[in-house]
């Protein structure tokens, strides 16, 4: 059984549901199974969905068996759902004590679009509170573990979903991705994490933490695996205006279109990316070894490039984003739902209810949110942010002008110890600086595992980042697989797991 | 006013008045959700996740909003802007549900334009920008409750210069703007339920000064009449002051309607930092082609013209002209039938005094077009049976009123009361008459053709005035001559 769950592809096993060999209830036992075993010690989950999951596999089961569902490639698939997308009727938290008790009357377009696509939820991950973190410490809860050293963290802010696809916990799952929260942790926990282009993968009922930069993505253990579950989500939503009508390919299928011809891309290095002083040696080498193998191997063009602007992309980023957050996140003030600190004061009541009930890491940004957009100071911070993302994006254009696609370390350093840059925002900032450059731009990106390096006798995973073209996820993808080929690392999950 | 340094008189102030007017869009549903924008019953029955701003939903902007924001525009001879956008006004109140209101602030929908008053007076107009409403706050005597119903309801805001300069001026403004807006379909205009709403910033200066007094809002006032009575009040009160050596304090009043006195809400204004950013939710707002189309499609001719026309063209008097132009409905109705009736007045005092009634009564609704379009056949018919003097006036408002609450056609209505059904009654009148008159028909037929007027008298009296003497006469006329 599990050799098939582990090296499967999800369309794979998907055939085999819909073929009867497998029943859908088979398939949601042996993960709920998986996830009763291994999660304790990961905590990935916020709430595992038993009763609902069993149900759904039943409803799904009677859709196959009358012939329904069959051009679906998720059908009968457990997937996990970071906490911050909204599920009906199930719990979702954000990571945060303010929505503890919040229960969603609606489903987002996601989620909507898994069910009707007979995918399953099978629970709610954790992540860093209202996805600003970078390690999933930030969670109002408890922390999430990195599968391959539990003294580490999974990445974040989407720790939970990348840590239960590396643990085979689930075989996909969705996580969001503001400034790197899901290419990040794909990174550190060694699987696949795409963030699709801004605008290609509907955000209602995704809970806004920075409206302009926020995108839902997949994480699995193969590129196959994310190019079709983004078949299934993405494309025009009427209830998000910047959603545009592009219309969705059937990404793998054209991805076989590209490997079947050998289709040679041009491939961008990011020198500043690749050379920057803060990068381990070790992360750096194992990206130039797939670099050059992208060369010889597959007889692409390699061409290093170079993104000046880059350097101002994590100041920029902790204006915008936290701007944004001040005013998306005001509504939760105890008048409504989610949790109330009573008083009889009115403003009394607001301020207790957000001081008790947001973490520091929100209030933080809260703060500085705040501040940026003040009456005098708006034009300093806030609108000469956007106007530096203007250069950055012109930046990116230009480099598309010569290549198909660029690459770069996913992360500057190995998945760091829990507690080691808890006490130090700055820092953990920093671990998304290369990741928050493509977010600015919008950008799709993916993060593919190149390689591993031991560490006090542990395997841990270097990422890959790979960023295209606008609505360019073909390419995206297609050279993430050929990466995939290359590093062998696909489908790996840590030994005392299988 | 009392006090005061000896020899000022009032009248050596003059008044600075601007008005921020909120106007409730008419669409069908709120601007950024499909919920129905009529906010009316049940507190909270008329909500969705995304009007109450519930974590994770997204606004989409109503096109139909958007196309009625522009049609103000246009009726206030604004510049539009072809590209504008929202941005979040963020402040902390219960009825705000996402503690930030989706309104525009850098660059507005439309700018600079006027409303033209009675006098010829143009008041400008600086800025009109689209935004949602907020709910409603109860406060109970131990408690507050919120009625999110109304939140997410279309609304444009229109701002003035301070042009007004007499309370008169404020309130004709306020008047005109509102009947265009309804008359245009941009707003139901509906003032109990706060479909137009109006904030008051007045200041007083001694006249011709170039120098600006202290502005003061007032706030809250719910009736245009009620307004023009705050301005009225406040104006004394400001030159008041100013007599007396006082200041002026700038503040936040109300207006008692039954004590007519302004009364202090809250002084000292708390500068309110609103963090103003553009919407990322959001799309820049563009005005293409399409909307200025869809725009101008609703901007009939204006009641003014309107009016003006009815007097020119259809020569009724001035004040059945001012009826029929008081709404759009009405007027249209007069003109489709006025083009086709030989006497227009007929028509007009038929309307007012008949069928107002009845739509009034609620017999027929002429807002209605099915039933407009019956009714007009109805006024139609009768109006031309009258004129061929083959039904009086009095059966004329009988047949009409038959036909409509009966249920019967109104050819046969105005068939029982017309004068051939009483035929008989007058042919055999006639014929008495004839009889009881040889000599006067002897003279008659021998030229004395004045007396006719006699025969017709005899006639008339003999059938109790019932029947049209324009028939009466013709057919004297024919038994006269046999």
């Not at chain 1, 679906?72 to 759902?81: C, L, V």
């Not at chain 1, 205006?241 to 079947?260: A, H």
């Not at chain 1, 390699?302 to 100041?315: D, G, I, M, R, W």
């Not at chain 2, 340094?5 to 909120?22: A, F, K, N, T």
Request: proline fraction near 5%; hydrophobic fraction near 35%; include cysteine.
């Amino acid at each position: 059984m599990l050799e098939i769950f582990l090296k499967k592809r999800v369309y794979e096993i998907s055939h085999l549901v819909k073929k009867k060999e497998l029943s859908v209830k088979e398939v949601v036992e042996f993960f709920l199974d998986r996830i009763k075993k291994i999660d304790s010690k990961l905590n990935a989950f916020l709430y595992v969905c038993e009763k609902e999951a069993i149900l759904q596999a039943e409803e799904i089961q009677k859709k196959i068996n009358s012939g329904e569902l069959q051009n679906s490639k998720i059908a009968g698939i457990p997937i996990a759902i970071k906490d911050n997308i909204a599920t009906y009727k199930i719990r979702t938290t954000c990571g945060s004590k303010i929505l503890e008790n919040w229960i969603p009357p609606y489903d987002a377009t996601v989620i909507k679009r898994i069910k009707e696509a007979g995918g399953i939820i099978i629970g709610k991950t954790n992540l860093d509170e209202f996805a600003m973190g970078s390690s999933t410490e930030n969670s109002a809860f408890f922390p999430t573990k990195n599968p391959w050293d539990l003294d580490r963290v999974p990445g974040g802010s989407s720790g939970g979903s990348a840590s239960a696809v590396a643990s085979l916990m689930v075989r996909l799952s969705l996580g969001s991705d503001t400034g790197g929260s899901i290419r990040q942790p794909a990174g550190f926990c060694g699987i696949v994490g795409l963030c699709p282009t801004y605008g290609r993968v509907s955000r209602f009922g995704l809970v806004a933490f920075a409206s302009s930069l926020d995108r839902i993505g997949p994480f699995a253990l193969y590129v196959d695996d994310v190019a079709d579950i983004l078949y299934h989500i993405a494309g025009y939503d009427e209830l998000d205006s910047t959603c545009p009508d592009v219309p969705v390919p059937d990404y793998s299928k054209e991805i076989s279109v590209l490997e079947e011809k050998n289709h040679k891309v041009k491939v961008g290095v990011i020198k500043d990316f690749v050379e920057a002083e803060g990068v381990d040696k070790r992360v750096k080498d194992v990206i130039v070894s797939v670099a050059n193998r992208l060369g010889r191997e597959f007889g692409f063009e390699l061409e290093y490039v170079s993104l000046p602007t880059s350097k101002y992309a994590v100041p920029i980023y902790y204006i915008i984003a936290p701007a944004e957050a001040s005013s998306n996140l005001a509504r939760y003030d105890g008048v409504k739902y989610g949790v109330r600190e009573d008083s009889q004061e009115l403003s009394e009541m607001y301020v207790r209810t957000r001081t008790n009930r947001f973490g520091d890491e929100v209030k933080r940004r809260i703060f500085i949110g705040t501040f940026v957009l003040s009456s005098g100071y708006y034009d300093a911070y806030y609108l000469k942010a956007q106007k530096a993302i203007t250069l950055l994006r012109r930046d990116f254009d230009e480099i598309f002008r010569k290549v198909d696609v660029v690459i770069c370390p996913t992360s500057p350093e190995l998945p760091f110890k829990l507690g080691e840059k808890s006490q130090d925002p700055l820092k953990m900032y920093l671990s998304d600086v290369f990741t928050i450059p493509s977010s600015l731009a919008g950008l799709p990106a993916i993060s593919v595992p190149a390689g591993f390096v031991e560490e006090n006798g542990k395997p841990l995973p270097v990422g890959l980042q790979i960023i295209g073209k606008q609505f360019d996820e073909v390419s995206v993808l297609y050279v993430a697989k050929c990466v995939e080929k290359i590093s062998g690392c696909a489908g790996k999950i840590p030994q005392d797991l299988i | 006013m009392t006090g005061g340094s000896v020899g000022v008189q009032d009248s050596d102030y003059e008044l600075v008045c601007g008005l921020e007017i909120h106007i409730q869009l008419k669409t069908k549903t709120k601007l950024f959700c499909s919920c129905p924008r009529d906010s009316g019953g049940i507190p909270n029955s008329n909500i969705c996740p995304i009007c109450v701003g519930l974590p994770g939903v997204l606004p989409v902007l109503n096109k139909n909003a958007l196309v009625l924001a522009v049609r103000a525009s246009l009726l206030l001879n604004m510049q539009i802007n072809k590209k504008s956008y929202f941005e979040r006004k963020n402040y902390f109140y219960p009825d705000l549900p996402k503690n930030y209101q989706i309104s525009q602030y850098r660059i507005p929908l439309a700018q600079n334009g006027y409303l033209e008053i009675n006098s010829g007076k143009k008041i400008r107009i600086q800025r009109l920008h689209i935004e949602e409403d907020a709910g409603k706050m109860i406060h109970l005597e131990n408690m507050s409750l919120v009625d999110f119903s109304r939140s997410g309801v279309p609304l444009v805001e229109i701002v003035t210069y301070p042009d007004i300069s007499s309370p008169e001026e404020a309130y004709e403004f306020l008047t005109k703007l509102h009947k265009i807006m309804v008359w245009c379909d941009v707003s139901e205009g509906n003032m109990e339920e706060g479909h137009l709403r109006c904030d008051v910033n007045v200041s007083v200066k001694p006249k011709n000064s170039p120098t600006l007094g202290t502005k003061v809002e007032i706030k809250n006032v719910n009736s245009f009449r009620f307004i023009r009575e705050a301005i009225e009040y406040e104006m004394k009160r400001q030159i008041g002051i100013i007599k007396d050596g006082g200041k002026i304090v700038q503040e936040t009043r109300g207006y008692d309607p039954i004590a007519k006195k302004t009364f202090q809400m809250r002084t000292k204004e708390y500068a309110h930092d609103y963090r103003y950013f553009p919407e990322p939710d959001l799309l820049p707002i563009v005005v293409d082609d399409e909307i200025i189309e869809a725009a101008r499609k609703g901007i009939y001719e204006l009641p003014e013209e309107k009016k003006k026309k009815m007097i020119e063209k259809y020569k009724i008097s001035e004040y059945s002209a001012d009826v029929l132009s008081s709404e759009r409905w009405l007027a249209e109705f007069f003109e489709e039938l006025a083009d086709k009736v030989e006497n227009p007045n007929l028509l007009a005092s038929f309307i007012l005094e008949e069928v107002m009634r009845c739509h009034n009564e609620g017999l027929i609704n002429i807002k209605n077009s099915e039933d407009r379009e019956k009714v007009k056949k109805y006024v139609y018919e009768v109006i031309k049976a009258q004129e061929k003097g083959v039904i009086t006036r009095n059966s004329a408002k009988e047949a009409f009123r038959e036909a409509i609450s009966q249920n019967i056609d109104i050819a046969e209505s105005i068939g029982k009361r017309k004068v051939e059904s009483e035929e008989d009654k007058i042919i055999k009148a006639i014929e008495d008459v004839i009889r009881e008159n040889p000599k006067e028909v002897e003279r008659f037929k021998k030229g004395e053709k004045k007396l006719l007027g006699f025969f017709i008298g005899e006639v008339m009296k003999k059938i109790d005035k019932k029947g049209a003497p324009k028939v009466v006469k013709e057919m004297l006329e024919k038994k006269l001559q046999e």
